[in-house]
């Protein structure tokens, strides 16, 4: 460029002039600011194009130019490198440096966090629980959640200033964003989730205007991304006492929609400890598994909602507590305290994040499995010890375990590989698949269905249960829909018989029909029959065994026509017919799983899944 170079300064928008920076004589360098013109209330610098000396200023301050207007001119090259430091094109930016605009939302934000509220978490930890922002980061990897709506306070203005509502109400009560569980062993992608918690310090954790639309906003949120949810539920139901709305009954909030749209599309994950109460319960209740503490009390609602509706007066403690939540089916996990909790809830979500690296270090040596079940066919044995062994070791969840003892649901892993287990249990009703044994099984079907969990049956059934009193508790309806769940599965699913498979319920235990699985294989123990043997006989051979006058003699030829029966369903003679598949060697019973059960193509074809409730 020519050291004696004249340049024209424009201005490159219309606007007016609100600063003039430089008068003429100033020396100025390449980037240092001449004028700030303001248009539509925004200021924008007009800045030297070279380093030089202002000639001449074309304008003045609080004049309104339009585009094009000269502002200066300039001699391009004079003085170059000896401009005033203050007109430096760019500072040096003190990268720790906190500016007051930042420090004042920081400072704002810190309100809300445990360490700005001694007192309440101190009464926290005096109960023996953690807060809700303790749980969470427990949850959730190390720096990886993202909340939404740190700042919102409970919509009270009118009634109380927003000083108190800041300091008494943050977050409105409820924590809640996004961030990743178990990243390390499956990659950030699979281990996104949605996580929330009521925080019982703000208002009980009732749920008020604002924080139903935070839970609207994740909800949606998780609906959109496909990602998991895990949500806290402690608290006492609705709010009553928000004034800032024009709602009156509050029926139109969306946050149960949502949440139930949820299900049978992402996994959803409920903890209750403490109490959780009408609103906060209906939420837990829609989740796939309900994780919950021994000092927990669920309910549809809360002691003054029963007394309101002259149902009697109640403690909380009296509404339900652990021991009947767990008895009748409604908590899937019971755990000692919130740190038990989280545990749990990080590994059920792992099931569904998909297969992790397998480790030959985590398989029993599986000729055990030759040595668990009785020779004697009469003689119960551990059915646990046999599923303990067959998967990977200690992978097994079980749930529900305190509710239909005669069925057992897991999740567990083969090979590294997520799957869902069924199996019946000998000790309680000798295997029979009793009404609430047939809830539990179809509904963890569904749930395994839904997320693409291939499923293995574990099947030593004598059938359904029958009689008078199992027809008191819907056995026809219960009963029948495991045929419906398992007709309808869109995930692979096989059938090992350890024992008895027997009548309706040993098809129940294949999804239907023993040609309805991938594989159906039985122990050397097998043995099958369209009925219980001793039922078959006296049914069928009623005749010759009524004309059989002495006691004695009828009792031996019932046992013989029994032992004939028996020999006639042993499981080699079922297969020599093609009713099954093989009997196998029990030690080769995880090959027959990674063989036909595991791989990239096990997924659900369900898009939405299927109601599951």
Request: include cysteine; charged fraction near 25%; glycine fraction near 12%.
């Amino acid at each position: 460029m020519a050291a004696a170079e004249l340049l024209t300064v424009a201005s490159p928008l219309e606007g007016r002039v609100v600063e003039l920076a430089v008068a003429a004589g100033d020396r100025v360098g390449a980037g240092s600011m001449l004028a700030i013109i303001e248009s539509m209330k925004m200021h924008h610098d007009v800045v030297a194009p070279a380093a030089g000396v202002i000639v001449e200023v074309a304008t003045a301050a609080n004049l309104q130019i339009g585009r094009g207007a000269v502002i200066a001119t300039l001699r391009a090259g004079e003085g170059e490198g000896e401009a005033n430091a203050a007109q430096a094109s760019v500072d040096e930016i003190d990268l720790e440096l906190v500016r007051d605009d930042l420090d004042a939302v920081r400072r704002r934000h810190d309100v809300g966090l445990d360490d700005a509220r001694p007192q309440a978490v101190a009464k926290v930890h005096g109960r023996g629980r953690r807060t809700a922002r303790e749980n969470l980061n427990d949850l959730v990897d190390d720096g990886s959640f993202v909340e939404y709506g740190p700042l919102v306070i409970a919509a009270q203005r009118q009634r109380r200033s927003v000083d108190d509502l800041i300091e008494r109400t943050p977050a409105d009560g409820l924590v809640g964003g996004l961030a990743t569980i178990g990243a390390e062993a499956v990659g950030a992608d699979r281990a996104r989730a949605v996580v929330l918690s009521y925080d019982y310090m703000v208002l009980a954790g009732t749920q008020g205007y604002q924080n139903h639309r935070k839970k609207d906003r994740l909800f949606e949120l998780a609906e959109r991304r496909r990602l998991p949810v895990v949500l806290f539920a402690e608290g006492g139901g609705g709010r009553p006492g928000d004034t800032d709305t024009t709602t009156v009954s509050g029926l139109d909030t969306m946050a149960f929609h949502l949440f139930g749209r949820l299900a049978g599309t992402v996994p959803l994950v409920g903890i209750a400890s403490g109490r959780c109460f009408a609103g906060n319960a209906a939420l837990l209740g829609c989740c796939d598994v309900v994780i919950a503490t021994e000092d927990a009390n669920i309910g549809m609602g809360g002691p003054a909602m029963i007394e309101g509706g002259g149902l009697g007066t109640f403690t909380p403690e009296d509404i339900g507590p652990i021991d009947t939540q767990h008895a009748n089916g409604v908590v899937d996990v019971r755990v000692a305290d919130d740190a038990a909790a989280v545990a749990a809830a990080r590994r059920y979500l792992g099931y569904f994040q998909g297969p992790i690296e397998p480790d030959a270090d985590l398989v029993a040596d599986q000729r055990v499995l030759r040595h668990l079940i009785p020779e004697n066919r009469l003689k119960v044995y551990d059915v646990r010890a046999v599923l303990d062994a067959l998967v990977d070791v200690d992978s097994r969840m079980e749930l529900r375990d305190g509710y239909a003892p005669g069925i057992i649901t897991s999740l567990a892993r083969i090979d590294g590989h997520p799957i869902g287990l069924v199996a019946n249990d000998p000790a309680h009703l000798g295997g029979a698949i009793d009404a609430e044994g047939a809830e539990k099984a179809a509904r963890f079907l569904q749930l395994c269905d839904t997320h693409g969990l291939s499923i293995l049956f574990a099947c030593d059934t004598p059938g359904f249960m029958v009689g008078p009193e199992s027809e008191s508790a819907a056995a026809v309806r219960h009963m029948s829909r495991l045929f419906v769940v398992g007709a309808n599965l869109s995930v692979p699913c096989g059938t090992v018989i350890l024992r008895k498979a027997y009548g309706l319920g040993a098809q129940a235990m294949a999804a239907g029909s023993f040609k309805a699985p991938e594989f159906v294989v039985a122990w050397p123990t097998g043995e099958l029959g369209g009925m219980g043997l001793e039922g078959a006989v006296r049914l069928g051979f009623r005749a010759e065994l009524e004309a059989e006058a002495d006691p004695t003699k009828r009792q031996a030829l019932f046992d013989d026509l029994v032992a004939a029966a028996y020999d006639h369903g042993r499981a080699t003679n079922v297969a020599a017919q093609f009713e099954i598949d093989d009997v196998i060697d029990p030690a080769d019973t995880r090959r027959w799983v990674c063989a036909a059960l595991l791989g990239p193509n096990v997924t659900s074809a369900h898009s939405g899944g299927s109601e599951r409730r």
